[in-house]
């Protein structure tokens, strides 16, 4: 008797082989619905009319660079750089004065011989639970980062400063070249403080360093050449021509007018030179645009479909290849370090001008003023449209501003988005007032979105278009915190970008928005299938692989994580950020 209460349960089995095939049939169902609860959702579809299986890339729309309004001739795709060293011989002034210019001083690849920071160690620099110093070795700098509280001494590691980005008149940040990964240190230095701190806007949790993508590199460089598909890796050499950003940015390519002077052909006596592109000559808008590339930063910049920055040329619109969209005015009216242009065409001048106030009108892309020069400088050109009566201020108060129209209508102000810094205000308004906190973050329009197309694209329709702000829509929604404001934006962007892929289904870049618009809502199944999609087109591509990796995390598939991870890894080994997703 004390074996039966063991044995009851076996007894009962026995005569029920009903209930254990039961049983078994219920193990199996619950492994299958397991297994099809973490695989993605099949019955979330692509857009209409996209065949997942059979996915190839788009054709490349028209190049505008084949089809230009302009007579010159460089504009053409196959013109070559040359640098700025092709053009010394012949203007020798203009390249000397040039090399004191903020642009031709955007970077440089001589930091350790650099005088413009104090490189003697600092005071002590930390943020949070990290600590951060500067030093030398062999003929290089570089930033280490510590642990501040670590029980090794020896947790920590050095970037190498390779690159110096900036001219100085703000600041400088710096940059680490290993694996042809490009990096930006965690440290700056700020020019108008005279000071070492933590970069703009820096996340320390990301191994404390930060991509430094080709879109960044753009405004600051002269030329380099991305990997196709990745984050921030390059083919070397990085600098095949110069570092700085030379001539050629405005005039575009020299290969074809060096070739010329050299085969002693002169320019025509009484016509334009086509050889190169001299901005005096194109309409006022396609002079802006040249300016625009930089000094538009705006909120978010798409790539127009199977376009680059690189590939613009002085004399295309510059919407042709980017569009840029900016700050909805409903929703903030907060200054940006580079809000030039937003500024500059509210202000009453650009107004009265008929649009016809440029850049150039007050700036020289080609020399600055003398520090003791500048305010009469500027002044000057002021007085361009306006006379000495136009200043109702009386002549002794006047001089007590040494009679600087700036000084009243152009203050500096402190950046909304970058510490220790000020910009000049371009709205110019035409009496000083304090910039007011109110409204910079009231409460919008229900029906609007924050951010809105600078313009409306040249020469696109409107699934183009509408394909751009998807995109844009979806890249914000990832950037801001978790909330409705972000499933809002990713609302909107899922309807605009699936109208887009029905259109145009072998778009990388469309798909890889949306599987950021549907992790944004959480719909992860839906996220891992525009990731698969856009790794169909293309195996390498660093951030879909990312994204499938963030999705596969999300649905628990370790074992597809890892996978990801491992090739996200292989392609670019230096990221700490792949390391911390094992």
């Known amino acids: 008797s004390s074996r039966e209460p063991a044995m009851k349960p076996l007894l009962v089995l026995s005569r029920s082989p009903l209930a254990s095939t039961s049983l078994v049939i219920a193990t199996i169902l619950g492994v299958v619905s397991l297994i099809f609860w973490l695989l993605p959702d099949e019955a979330s579809h ?19 660079r084949l089809h230009a309004t302009v007579p010159f001739r460089n504009i053409r795709p196959e013109v070559q750089y040359v640098g700025d060293a092709a053009c010394q011989g012949c203007h020798a002034d203009i390249s000397k004065t040039y090399t004191q210019h903020p642009m031709g001083r955007s970077a440089s690849d001589q930091v350790f011989h650099s005088t413009l920071e104090r490189w003697d160690p600092p005071p002590a620099l930390g943020r949070g639970p990290y600590r951060f110093s500067i030093m030398q070795k062999s003929f290089q700098r570089f930033h280490t980062v510590q642990l501040a509280k670590s029980a090794e001494e020896n947790v920590s590691y050095s970037l190498r400063l390779d690159v110096a980005i900036g001219s100085g008149t703000r600041g400088r940040s710096y940059l680490s070249f290993e694996h042809s990964a490009l990096w930006q240190s965690p440290i700056s230095w700020f020019s108008q403080e005279q000071r070492w701190d933590i970069s703009p806007g820096f996340d320390l949790d990301q191994g404390g360093r930060r991509p430094v993508h080709a879109d960044c590199l753009y405004c600051h460089v002269h030329h380099v050449e991305a990997v196709p598909g ?61 300016c625009r590339q930089c000094h538009l930063q705006g909120q978010v910049r798409v790539h127009r479909r199977g376009r680059q920055p690189w590939e613009y040329r002085p004399g295309l619109p510059w919407d042709q290849f980017v569009t840029v969209f900016i700050r909805n005015p409903d929703w903030s009216r907060e200054l940006r370090s580079v809000g030039q242009f937003e500024q ?16 150039t009108s007050c700036h020289d892309p080609h020399a600055v003023p003398h520090p003791n020069e500048r305010e009469q400088f500027y002044r000057q050109r002021c007085l361009h449209c306006h006379t000495q009566q136009s200043c109702s201020l009386p002549p002794t108060q006047r001089q007590r501003h040494r009679d600087s129209c700036t000084t009243c209508h152009m203050p500096r102000l402190g950046s909304a988005n970058i510490a220790h810094t ?37 020469q696109s329709s409107g699934s183009e278009q509408e394909r751009d702000w998807g995109i844009a829509l979806a890249h914000l929604s990832l950037r801001l915190p978790p909330g409705p404001h972000a499933r809002n934006l ?46 169909q087109l293309q195996p390498d591509h660093e951030l879909a692989l990312r994204r499938l990796a963030d999705t596969a995390l999300a649905l628990r598939r370790w074992d597809r ?22």
């Not at 209409?48 to 190049?63: A, K």
């Not at 491992?566 to 230096?574: A, F, T, V």
């Open 46 to 64: 692509p857009p209409e009319g996209v065949l997942p299986g059979n996915l190839q890339p788009d054709p490349s729309p028209p190049d505008p």
């Open 230 to 290: 990745s984050i921030n890796r390059y083919r070397e050499p990085l600098f095949a021509l110069q570092v700085a950003i030379g001539c050629e940015r405005c005039h575009g390519p020299g290969q074809l007018h060096v070739q010329e002077r050299e085969r002693g052909n002169g320019p025509p006596p009484d016509g334009i030179d086509t050889s190169i592109v001299n901005p005096r000559h194109l309409a006022v808008s396609l002079q802006q645009d040249i």
């Open 344 to 359: 500059l065409e509210s202000s009453r001048c650009y107004i009265a001008s008929g649009g016809q106030l440029l850049c």
């Open 422 to 458: 000020s910009i000049t205000d371009h709205r110019i308004p035409r009496r000083p007032a304090p910039v007011s906190s109110e409204n910079a973050d009231s409460v919008p329009p229900s029906h609007s979105l924050p951010i809105i197309p600078y313009r409306n694209p040249q």
């Open 490 to 535: 990713a609302q909107a962007a899922l309807s605009r970008l699936e109208s887009a892929l029905s259109v145009h289904c072998g778009d990388i870049a469309g798909w890889i928005a949306l599987s950021e618009a549907h992790l944004t809502l959480g719909q992860f199944p839906q996220a891992w299938q525009a990731a698969e999609y856009a790794l």
């Open 561 to 582: 994580a890892e996978v990801a991870t491992q090739q996200l890894l292989r392609l670019n080994p230096s990221c700490v950020d792949y390391h911390l997703l094992r």
